[in-house]
């Protein structure tokens, strides 16, 4: 069974510090890695996707890398921002017939301005 | 705009009552997913359909029903065989098991 970890439970940085968020995996036969983010009260927003086949991908100030044979991914976030305060959430696929997805707990991530 | 829509936001239910989740989605998405989210917990699926008509169990699907008669609604029915229903859902779609899923904006339930 997948198990997807994710340390810290809480971050808080000072705005404009660069960060890394962690999340780990159990089961390294995974079809993709995804990071979301999650706004108090609201719904999921996808980050990014990386797929089993690649090591990272970048969405401006984000970078999100994974390495399967170590069961790790992490998400770089660049020059952070007030506005970057959420909880971000990673969510492994599994490979098969269905890709079961298997979310962290997130981490919670305050930037002070 | 296409998107996927929860109503209500806030649901209230009765003791023995049975409630209905609303899920729309306009992406032309062929998968649809319900999702239950308690504090310090990850997201628990409950329901998950890869086509019309057809529909799976997820983790945690006892005490709830799904229907998928149309592609672009997948309703959620709590039961009252569900003893401990007060979480947050959330809807997803995705292009099909294997892409991104997109997430509506949820809707919170509460007992009364």
């Known amino acids: 069974k997948q198990e997807v970890t994710q340390i810290p439970a809480a971050l808080s940085v000072p705005e404009g510090e660069n960060l890394v968020l962690n999340c780990s995996f159990t089961?390294?036969?995974?079809?993709?890695l995804q990071w979301f983010r999650q706004d108090p009260g609201k719904g999921l927003t996808s980050l990014l996707l990386?797929?089993?086949?690649?090591r990272e991908q970048t969405s401006g100030r984000l970078n999100a890398s994974l390495d399967k044979s170590s069961g790790r991914s992490t998400l770089y976030i660049a020059a952070s921002q007030p506005g970057d305060s959420a909880t971000y959430l990673c969510?492994?696929?599994?490979?098969?017939?269905?890709?079961?997805?298997?979310f962290g707990t997130g981490t919670k991530l305050q930037v002070i301005p | 705009d296409g998107g996927i829509t929860q109503s209500p936001k806030y649901l209230f239910r009765k003791e023995g009552q049975n409630v209905t989740l609303s899920c729309e989605q306009n992406?032309?998405?062929?998968?649809m997913y319900w999702y239950r989210q308690d504090p310090g917990q990850g997201l628990r699926l409950i329901y998950y359909?890869?086509?019309?008509?057809?529909?799976q169990k997820g983790d945690i699907a006892e005490g709830y029903s799904v229907s998928r008669e149309k592609k672009e609604s997948f309703p959620l029915t709590v039961t009252s065989a569900q003893k401990n229903p007060t979480a947050f859902y959330l809807c997803?779609?995705?292009?099909?098991?294997?892409?991104?899923?997109?997430f509506g904006p949820g809707t919170r339930l509460l007992v009364l």
């Open positions: 969510a492994v696929a599994n490979s098969g017939g269905y890709q079961k997805v298997t």
């Open positions: 359909s890869q086509i019309v008509n057809d529909f």
């Open positions: 990386i797929q089993s086949s690649q």
């Open positions: 089961d390294s036969a995974i079809y993709n």
């Open positions: 992406l032309n998405h062929d998968a």
């Open positions: 997803a779609s995705s292009q099909n098991a294997a892409e991104t899923q997109y």
